[in-house]
């Protein structure tokens, strides 16, 4: 079994900046892309960043320029910096991986999520 574990969510004023962190743990981890979603009151969960193990990444427009994701291969976590922060990024942020791993001695994929991070922005 593959579990993700986010830590970094809090309340910051609007301009502030705040940092998530996502660490995977299992057997074998071989992880694949991991990105970050989140989900604001009464709105579906949307894609916000993305990064693969190359290092290529994606953002939504809505973050572009303020967000930044990366990963940490040797540790099994991905990271994601939000600077400028605004009151519209108040969300629930979850981490996802996907990739590999033993489970017992059979070689699995998995489709992992975190229990979610609270991020409140006041204005």
């Not at 949307?46 to 953002?59: D, F, K, M, W």
Request: net charge positive; hydrophobic share 30%.
């Amino acid at each position: 079994q593959v579990r993700l574990v986010e830590s970094g969510g809090g309340l910051v004023q609007a301009g502030g900046s705040l940092r998530l962190s996502c660490t995977a743990s299992g057997s074998g981890l071989s992880i694949a892309a991991m990105a970050w979603h989140r989900q604001a009151p009464g709105k579906q969960r949307e894609l916000v960043a993305s990064i693969t193990p190359g290092g290529n990444t994606y953002y939504s427009d809505s973050v572009r320029g303020r967000f930044t994701i990366s990963r940490d291969d040797a540790k099994n976590t991905v990271s994601l910096q939000r600077n400028s922060l605004k009151p519209e990024d108040t969300a629930v942020y979850y981490c996802n991986g996907r990739g590999t791993h033993y489970s017992g001695k059979a070689l699995s994929s998995f489709d992992s999520w975190g229990q979610g991070a609270q991020v409140a922005v006041s204005s």
